[in-house]
């Protein structure tokens, strides 16, 4: 079964905004924490955003300010909201899930969403 299904990415100018949105499978979404990763080509995925159960948020210092991660539990869905993008940014976006974001508790990987911030 596909366990995530991410969308929104695109090309967009630097200083543009995007929203991502990620929707999970399974029961009881909201007992685990969200994440948002990304990755580069011949680099490592990296986390960027995540929201804990209780809503509580934490953020790469490097999207601070920028970026705001949110859920909507019924809908079994996580958000990124990208405003000010840069093209250090452009990345493939990934969305995940465990009851901690050790890596063993992870879901499998979906295909991820483009993000381009590009001129």
């Known amino acids: 079964q596909v366990q995530f299904v991410e969308s929104g990415g695109g090309l967009v100018q630097p200083g543009g905004s995007l929203r991502l949105s990620c929707v999970a499978s399974?029961?009881?979404?909201?007992?685990?924490?969200g994440a948002w990763y990304r990755q580069v080509p011949g680099k490592q995925r990296e986390l960027v955003a995540g929201?804990?159960?209780?809503?509580?948020?934490f953020y790469e210092d490097f999207v601070q300010d920028r970026f705001t991660i949110s859920r909507d539990n019924a809908k079994n869905t996580l958000y990124l909201q990208m405003n000010s993008l840069k093209p250090e940014d452009t990345a493939v976006y990934y969305c995940?899930?465990?009851?901690?974001?050790?890596?063993?508790?992870?879901?499998?990987w979906g295909q991820g969403t483009q993000v381009t911030v590009s001129p």
């Open positions: 995940n899930k465990g009851l901690t974001l050790e890596p063993s508790h992870l879901g499998s």
């Open positions: 399974g029961n009881h979404f909201e007992v685990y924490v």
């Open positions: 929201i804990a159960t209780d809503d509580r948020t």
